[in-house]
C-alpha cells in the first residue's frame, strides 16, 4: 500500500502577497465571461506601446553577438557599468552593486539589516514590495505617515523611530502617490537619519520622470557626505525597460562598506545578472538621454486626463501626481465597507482593473486605490467614463 506524502509549505509563505499582480487571476475571470479589461495595476510602460530607447536595445543587440558576454559576469556587475553608475553617484565603481532590478537589490538590503521582530522605517503609503520582505524575515511593521499630499511628515517620522528601527526608507518620486518631495522635506529626513544615525534607503527608481519639473532631487544632493545612504535606482521605469532586469544599489557614506560587503556576499550567492542587458544598461546611463522629453510629454498627456476626469466623479478625489504614472485617488463613498470592496465591485461590473489603497499600506484609515494611466488617452477616457457611471449608481450612504 502506497501512502501519499502530505505536502506542506513553510509558515513564511503565509507572509507572500502582492495584490498589484495577484488580482490579475480574478481580472481574468472577469475576462472570461465576455468583459473587455481595462488592465491599470501593473506600471510597465512596454504593456503600453512605449518602448526602450534605440541605443539601449543596440547595446544588447551587439552584445548578444559577442562570445564574452555569453560567460558569467563578475558577481556585483559589469565592472564598466558600476564605473559609469559610480560618476552618476559620485562615488567609485567599487561602491556599487549590479541586481536584477531594485527590486532585488531591496530584498537583499531587507536580508542584510534586518533581523526578526526589526523594521525599516516606510512612507504610508509604500511599494509593497518592501512589506512583503519584511514580513518574510520576520520583520516588524513600522510606517511614517505622509500629508494629504502624500509627502513626508517629518515631525510624525521622528515619533515612529524606535530601537528596532534599522533604516528610514524614502521613496522619491512615490510609488503608488506619484508625488515628487520637495528638497527642503529630503533636508529634514536626512537631518533626521544623521540624528539617530540611521542608513537611509533612497528608492529613486523615477527620479527622471517627473512631470511639471526637469529631475527629481536626489538624496544624495541633500545628505551629508559622510551619511550612510545607499540609493537604489536602475532601466526598468526612467529608460522605458522592465524587461531587462537591470538595477542597481550606490552605497555612500563613512562606515557603508559593512553593508556593501554583506551585499556583495548576497550577489556572490546568485551568481551574476545577465550581462547582455548590463551592456544596454550601460549605454542608458553614459549616453544622451534623447527620450525623456517625448516620454515625459506622453505621460502629462495622460495624467492631466485622468486628474480632471476623476475630480469630476462624485465619491472620488485625487491629488495631482508629480511623477511617475500612478495616481492615488481617495474613495469618499461610504457605500464601500473598504477598499477591497471596491475595487472587486469595479472591476467586476465594469472590467476596470486598479490595486487596493491597503495593498500599499494597511495604516492608510481612508479608502484609496492606485491606478496606472500608461494606456492610450481613449481608452483612459472610456475606463473614466465607466467609472463614473459605476459612481453614480452607488448610493451616497
Not at 27 to 36: F, I, W
Not at 384 to 391: I, P, V
Request: charged share 25%.
Amino acid at each position: 500500500m502506497c501512502l501519499a506524502m502530505a505536502l506542506q509549505l513553510s509558515d513564511r509563505m503565509a507572509s507572500v502577497s502582492y495584490e498589484i499582480r495577484d488580482i490579475i487571476a480574478r481580472a481574468k475571470k472577469v475576462e472570461a465571461g465576455g468583459r473587455k479589461i481595462h488592465y491599470f495595476n501593473i506600471g510597465d510602460p512596454n504593456s503600453f506601446g512605449f518602448a526602450p530607447p534605440q541605443h539601449v536595445t543596440d547595446a544588447v543587440m551587439a552584445a548578444l553577438s559577442d562570445k564574452k558576454y555569453s560567460a558569467y559576469c563578475p558577481s556585483k556587475g559589469d565592472p564598466q557599468l558600476c564605473d559609469a553608475i559610480g560618476k552618476i553617484e559620485g562615488l567609485g565603481g567599487e561602491d556599487v552593486t549590479i541586481h536584477s532590478g531594485l527590486s532585488e537589490g531591496i530584498e537583499f538590503l531587507m536580508s542584510a539589516l534586518v533581523n526578526p521582530g526589526e523594521h525599516v522605517l516606510l512612507p504610508s503609503p509604500s511599494y509593497p514590495l518592501y512589506i512583503t520582505k519584511l514580513r518574510i524575515l520576520g520583520g516588524g511593521e513600522n510606517y511614517y505617515p505622509c500629508d494629504s499630499e502624500f509627502v513626508p511628515d517629518i515631525d510624525a517620522m521622528r515619533a515612529r523611530i524606535n530601537g528596532k528601527t534599522r533604516a528610514i526608507a524614502v521613496i522619491n518620486p512615490n510609488n503608488p502617490t506619484g508625488a515628487s518631495y520637495p528638497r527642503k522635506i529630503l533636508k529634514g529626513v536626512a537631518d533626521l537619519a544623521a540624528e539617530f544615525k540611521l542608513p537611509i534607503i533612497a528608492d529613486e527608481i523615477y527620479d527622471r520622470l517627473t512631470l511639471d519639473e526637469g529631475h527629481a532631487v536626489n538624496m544624495r544632493d541633500v545628505a551629508s557626505p559622510d551619511q550612510l545612504l545607499v540609493s537604489g535606482n536602475g532601466i526598468s521605469k526612467n529608460f522605458i525597460y522592465p524587461g531587462a532586469r537591470v538595477g542597481y544599489l550606490a552605497f555612500h557614506g563613512e562606515g557603508i562598506g559593512k553593508l556593501r560587503d554583506a551585499i556583495v556576499k548576497l550577489c556572490n550567492q546568485r551568481l551574476s545578472i545577465n550581462w547582455e542587458m548590463q551592456r544596454g544598461a550601460l549605454a542608458a546611463f553614459t549616453l544622451p538621454e534623447s527620450h525623456l522629453g517625448e516620454f515625459r510629454a506622453a505621460l502629462r498627456l495622460r495624467r492631466d486626463i485622468v486628474h480632471k476626469r476623476l475630480n469630476e466623479i462624485p465619491g472620488i478625489s485625487c491629488v495631482k501626481p508629480k511623477a511617475a504614472f500612478y495616481s492615488f485617488p481617495k474613495v469618499e463613498a461610504a457605500s464601500f465597507k473598504d477598499d477591497r470592496e471596491f475595487t472587486y465591485s469595479l472591476l467586476e461590473e465594469t472590467g476596470v482593473l486598479v490595486v487596493p489603497g491597503s495593498n500599499f499600506s494597511p495604516i492608510l484609515g481612508e479608502k484609496h486605490f492606485r491606478l496606472v494611466f500608461l494606456a492610450q488617452p481613449s481608452e483612459l477616457e472610456e475606463a473614466m467614463s465607466k467609472l463614473d457611471g459605476f459612481m453614480r449608481k452607488k448610493p451616497k450612504s
